[in-house]
């Protein structure tokens, strides 16, 4: 069982910057991949990025690409969203999950309970 917890979400201009955590409990952390979502007002959830158990591979949606970059601290149980050139259209609840990894939501087991992030234009 792992659960999570998201912090670090807030208000900023466009342009600026912010960085999530997701905290994790459970020994189990470092064998999970860890994904992030993020879902907008009247929108589908998506896809944000991910990270593999290891950091040692990452990978992005398009629209986040160059802007936003995923690491994480297995000895503390923490991953990271830093979240730079922040546009507008990235305003949303952020969500992590921990699974298998990949861009689907079905393949992630836990998921947090979600943090807002709203960028003024």
């Known amino acids: 069982q792992v659960q999570l917890v998201e912090s670090g979400g807030g208000l900023v201009q466009a342009g600026g910057s912010l960085r999530l955590s997701c905290a994790a409990s459970?020994?189990?952390?470092?064998?999970?991949?860890m994904g992030w979502f993020r879902q907008a007002p009247g929108k589908e959830r998506e896809f944000v990025g991910a990270?593999?158990?290891?950091?040692?591979?990452?990978y992005y949606t398009d629209s986040v690409k160059g802007r936003f970059t995923i690491s994480r601290d297995n000895a503390k149980n923490t991953v990271y969203l830093q979240m730079n050139s922040l546009k507008p259209e990235d305003t949303a609840v952020y969500y992590c999950?921990?699974?298998?990894?990949?861009?689907?939501?079905?393949?992630?087991?836990?998921w947090g309970q979600g943090t807002q992030v709203t960028v003024s234009s």
């Open positions: 999950a921990a699974g298998s990894g990949g861009d689907r939501e079905f393949l992630y087991d836990y």
């Open positions: 990270i593999s158990w290891s950091g040692g591979s990452t």
């Open positions: 459970g020994r189990t952390f470092s064998s999970y991949a």
